[in-house]
């Protein structure tokens, strides 16, 4: 079975060498909902509980690919085998 979660990103922290290299981000992810009833959101609410999640990028290339605020699915399916 898979499951979605609406998740948006609540924080994007840099971490820094001394010398002020970024050599990682650390990206928050938080479930999104609503309590109002006519909003998309609020099936989100309804079918999970809660979500969050902190992903570590070291990717230079990737740095900034995630902004605070913004709205993904985050889908999870199992691995066959």
């Not at 898979?2 to 050599?23: E, F, G, M, N």
């Not at 070291?58 to 399916?77: C, H, L, R, S, W």
Request: hydrophobic share 40%; no cysteine; net charge negative.
């Amino acid at each position: 079975m898979s499951v979605r979660v609406k998740a948006i990103v609540t924080q994007v922290d840099q971490l820094a060498a001394p010398d002020q290299t970024v050599y990682q981000e650390l990206v928050t992810f938080y479930d999104v909902g609503s309590q109002n009833p006519n909003s998309v959101n609020n099936w989100f609410t309804s079918v999970n509980s809660s979500f969050s999640v902190t992903i570590g990028i070291a990717n230079p290339a990737a740095f900034g690919t995630f902004k605070q605020g913004t709205q993904y699915y985050v889908d999870f399916t199992p691995v066959p085998g």
